[in-house]
């Protein structure tokens, strides 16, 4: 971006043979991921970003609770991970870190707490979260882990899943980005129906984040990216079982 804008301004298209030389290639957007729990989720996102063609580098870890099982992924992986207050309302604090570690764009990977207004605002847009249900549905103040689940189930519901979308000051209120549906099956538990959810949330979650990366690394907001009303779901591959496609690509 900057390379490009200084060209222009330079007028001098010379410059363009030699960018590589006089600026460097910013080909990876610096991702923190926020956390609280197991990090699973954090897991597919550092697996994702090993290969080299990924458009996301996992720069910075941040948890709220000390003995998440997240943090050591993070440092088994060489990734700087960090313990913020245990409520995550220091505003000021989480800005500053997210600041000096040059972060482009937040992920809320199993992150329980509400991230401080403040924080949403210097990150609109470029803030996601993942859900474990088909939001709207089953979302909101409250609806986290196995509450998820169960409420799915007492509803009755055929299909959940799990969906990634924009932060804003509302509890899994923002624009939706990204979904995957999962058939409900008679005899499911709130266990076995989270693990369903979840390993099409490893799936879904560095798909959304490297498309999102791209929209940054091209200079557009990620909000951008289902302007024309569709979303971003992967397609059926054929060697699935036949009820995942209960919802078309
Ligand atoms: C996931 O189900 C995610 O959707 C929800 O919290 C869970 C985190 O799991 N927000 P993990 O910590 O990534 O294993």
Redesign the pocket.
Known sequence: MVGGRLEVILGAPWLFVHRRWYLPAVSRVRVAVL??????????LLDACAASDCEAEIALVLSNRAD???LERARAARVPALVIDRDGQDAAGLLALLTRHGIQLVV?????KKVPDAVVAAFRDRML????ALLPAFGGPGM??RR?HEAVLASGARLSG?TVHLVDEQYDHGLILAQWPVPVHPGDTAETL?AR??AV??QL?PAAVRACCRQVLAGSSPSGLYVAGERFVPSVQPSQPLDHALIPA
């Open positions: 956390v609280s729990g197991h990090g699973s989720n954090l897991q597919a998440a099982g997240a809320l990977a199993g992150y329980l979260n993942i859900h474990p986290y882990g998820v799990a989270a959810v979840l949330e490893h979650l």
